[in-house]
């Protein structure tokens, strides 16, 4: 094997014409800094440190027929015939060196694989996860499979609904898999390696029409000076970014959903009363959320009138209440629902394309719309604004959206090529209503200017969709591009078996700890309500109410203003103010708003003290003790259970 990066065949690399140019230098060196052998890869930083490398899995290069001409590297054989592969230097800018890195076979129905190892670096990106950690854990052992949106609270070990082909490493190297990739990842938490792989065959995705189905795995590699410079560098070349922002009121005060507190059995007495008693006890609301079960079936866009008899004086009620109103709604159309024969050509279909293909969802079987059909997504946004005009609702929540709900076999009205942009195209429904409008899907839709709510929570404290899990799941949602957050509902969903403490309501300890996290992200929600506690509870919740809405919520609504132009997160790892520190790298219960203020809340059961990390800076805590000698490690810091700890940078 090879063990010098590669020259052309015969002779040293011929030096370019002279140019005194810092670029043309800069250029030169970083070519030198890609080492590639028969099998795999390397690159360097510019420290000469090894921070990317890669085993190629599905075949060997042949060195022979590689050369190299200016910026391009490019060999035409592998140890199984034919094939394209280059590597190319496409530019360098902001201390940033990015590489292309492109394998394409030409043989159909074969594929490409790469191994990526993650060495003693920690990574971050790819994709909402049921077990989620910050940096990534890798959960054992995964053989490539669709890398395409799923519900995780569902089906625990697959992709979730809000994913990119996109990791960072604490290394400042970043990889984005291209769009045109029919991508499978896999994983080996043993080595710390991810499998990426190319393939058409036995796969969802298929060939653009016309062409043959040869594999091509390609990719951008980029390397920075530090994390948080080649974070930026990336958000600024690939993701797309929101032009608008929601509500302003979404910030400042709380969302109040019927779903934890009344799962199906809502109806209009129970809405009501649930509204006069949010008042009652002098709480705020940005809006008010009737969800799943309000119809009299899955697919109707009306309300039940058994269970709602006056539709219109509820809302009405509502109204001088001073509540905004928001419906849960979803793709699916059951046989029940005088909609199913309505909106027959609208549906996704079976492979011949004559009957619906039905689908299973979490309340039963059904067809679902096509959204690539432009007369289905017109069709849909009608109902709705039916429903906004008829009854004064000001948006909705667009639950589900994944690719697990599409049928095992089907056929759209657009081809398919990639299955998750059926998510964009439904998650793109909420667009007209971004205001107070929440998506559970997120795949290339950063552009989209509502709350990204993510997977439900159970009411648990651990890393599985517990109360751990909410720092390193907005945080990972934040890197993808997603900067407006919506946790879930305070205290997890309060469901069978899947609820720590009290019988009758989640653990009082784990409820008060939620929300005092949930202070401090981009929106709140409220469906178990703190009266049903006790007025020490009820009182914790005002204060943090009002420190929300004087202290927080006007520097999230300010660095909301700037998304449209950095696409920067609300919510920030400490490591983005702290790039070079190693300790802010492994840091997943503490978090940033914007660069100046440090949020450490308590997330373990029973204790009133926690260690707090604060990078270097000087930090004024709420208690106002001032920190000068940083970074700094405060073990054991006093924080009681009516407490939040947070600091704010002095300059």
């Not at 590489?99 to 990106?125: C, P, Q, S």
């Not at 997943?588 to 809340?601: E, T, Y």
Request: net charge negative; hydrophobic share 40%; aromatic share 14%.
């Amino acid at each position: 094997m090879a063990t010098q990066p590669l020259r052309r065949r015969g002779q040293e690399d011929r030096p370019q014409q002279r140019d005194d140019s810092y670029e043309a230098t800069r250029r030169r060196m970083k070519m030198e800094q890609v080492g590639l052998w028969k099998n795999g890869l390397t690159i360097q930083s510019q420290h000469g440190e090894v921070v990317f490398r890669l085993a190629f899995q599905s075949g060997v290069l042949d060195l022979e027929s590689c050369s190299k001409e200016g910026d391009v590297l490019t060999c035409s054989e592998s140890d199984k015939g034919k094939l394209r592969f280059s590597i190319e230097i496409v530019g360098s800018e902001d201390a940033v060196m990015c590489y292309n890195i492109r394998w394409g076979e030409l043989v159909a129905d074969t594929m490409v694989e790469h191994k990526m190892f993650w060495g003693d670096a920690h990574w971050y990106g790819g994709y909402e996860m049921s077990m989620q950690h910050w940096p990534v854990q890798l959960p054992g052992y995964q053989e490539p499979k669709p890398f395409v949106t799923s519900d995780v609270y569902s089906f625990r070990n697959s992709f979730g609904g809000v994913l990119e082909r996109y990791w960072v490493s604490s290394k400042a190297a970043a990889v984005k898999i291209n769009d045109s990739v029919p991508f499978h990842l896999g994983f080996n938490a043993s080595e710390r390696s991810l499998f990426f792989q190319a393939r058409y065959k036995d796969s969802p995705y298929k060939p653009p029409l016309g062409q043959e189905p040869f594999p091509e795995l390609s990719y951008r590699v980029c390397i920075g000076s530090d994390i948080t410079s080649v974070h930026k560098h990336m958000v600024q070349k690939y993701f797309r970014k929101p032009s608008k922002i929601p509500s302003a009121n979404t910030f400042r005060f709380p969302i109040w959903s019927t779903w934890a507190l009344y799962k199906k059995e809502i109806d209009q007495e129970k809405l009501l009363e649930f509204a006069w008693t949010i008042r009652k006890h002098g709480f705020k609301s940005s809006l008010i959320e009737i969800d799943d079960m309000y119809m009299r079936n899955y697919g109707d866009f009306d309300f039940d009138p058994v269970k709602f008899p006056d539709v219109s004086e509820m809302f009405e009620k509502l109204k001088r209440g001073g509540f905004n109103v928001t419906l849960w709604i979803h793709p699916f159309v059951h046989v029940s629902s005088p909609n199913f024969e309505v909106g027959k050509e609208l549906f996704v279909m079976e492979p011949a394309g004559h009957a619906p293909a039905m689908v299973t969802w979490w309340n039963g079987k059904g067809a679902i719309l096509d959204f690539t059909n432009p007369s289905a997504r017109e069709w849909f946004q009608n109902q709705l604004r039916q429903l906004c005009s008829k009854y004064g609702i000001v948006s909705f929540k667009f639950d589900a959206g994944e690719t697990c709900y599409l049928p095992k076999e089907f056929r759209t009205f657009q081809p398919l090529l990639d299955p998750s942009i059926w998510s964009r195209h439904y998650a793109e429904m909420a667009i007209p209503f971004y205001e107070f409008a929440e998506v559970r899907v997120g795949y290339q839709s950063q552009h989209i200017p509502c709350f990204v709510r993510i997977i439900d929570r159970d009411s648990v404290w651990g890393h599985e969709l517990g109360l751990r899990s909410l720092i390193p799941t907005v945080l990972t949602l934040g890197l993808l591009g997603y900067p407006f957050v919506l946790p879930d509902m305070i205290g997890g969903n309060f469901l069978p078996n899947k609820t720590e403490g009290a019988i009758d309501l989640p653990d009082r300890d784990l409820y008060i700890r939620w929300l005092e996290l949930s202070t401090f992200m981009p929106s709140m929600q409220f469906s178990i309500p703190p009266w049903l506690y006790d007025r020490e509870v009820v009182e914790i919740a005002h204060r943090f109410m009002e420190l929300r809405e004087s202290l927080v919520a006007p520097l999230l609504l300010e660095l909301a203003q700037a998304v449209a132009a950095t696409g920067h997160p609300l919510i920030r790892p400490v490591w983005w103010a702290s790039p070079g520190d190693e300790l802010a790298h492994q840091i997943d219960s503490q978090f940033l708003i914007g660069d100046a203020f440090l949020v450490a809340p308590v997330l373990e059961p029973g204790v009133v003290k926690r260690d707090i990390y604060l990078p270097a800076g000087k930090w004024k805590s709420y208690k106002g003790e001032l920190f000068t000698k940083t970074p700094v490690l405060l073990t054991d810091y006093p924080v009681k259970l009516d407490e939040a700890a947070y600091f704010s940078l002095v300059s």
